[in-house]
């Protein structure tokens, strides 16, 4: 339940209709997502499901479909291999991190959509993973909140 909670967040958060001029100024909302599932929900997350999930994020971005998919896969690899030691560091560590993966996660999306005929800016792509960086730290409460909100049982309930 936590992880359709947080991905139609995250549907939202991408589809808020915004102005264009905006769009270099929005961290990549999907992959923010999957930084979260990786880090603090790992033991529960499933590759199948995040390229299922990563379907309609191809589709509102106007990717090429399994673009998503490919960026997931390599955020979640890369953050569940170094889970533990990110967790145990405070939330400006996190976020260099967070920033380091989200460059690499923009320069395979830059690699993938050049291949695939669309030229991307590079620079765009970048400033979205320092503006995600930055905001990890908003978007981890937010999401660890909606985590603990959903997985608390309900009184009277026992």
């Not at 990786?38 to 999930?53: G, K």
């Amino acid at each position: 339940m936590t992880f359709v909670l947080t991905w139609l967040a995250t549907l939202l958060l991408v589809a808020l209709p915004l102005p264009l001029v905006m769009a270099p100024y929005l961290p990549h909302w999907p992959v923010l997502f999957v930084a979260w599932w990786a880090l603090f929900q790992n033991h529960r997350l499933s590759m199948t499901l995040l390229f299922i999930a990563a379907v309609p994020f191809d589709v509102l971005y106007g990717t090429v479909l399994g673009l998503h998919s490919l960026l997931f896969a390599l955020v979640a690899y890369m953050l569940t291999l170094l889970g533990a030691r990110i967790r145990q560091v405070n939330w400006v560590r996190q976020s260099v991190v967070v920033f380091l993966v989200l460059g690499i996660a923009a320069l395979v999306g830059y690699w993938a959509r050049t291949l695939t005929g669309y030229d991307p800016d590079l620079l765009v792509l970048m400033m979205q993973a320092a503006i995600g960086a930055i905001l990890w730290s908003p978007v981890r409460i937010v999401y660890g909140w909606l985590s603990q909100f959903v997985s608390e049982p309900v009184e009277g309930t026992h």
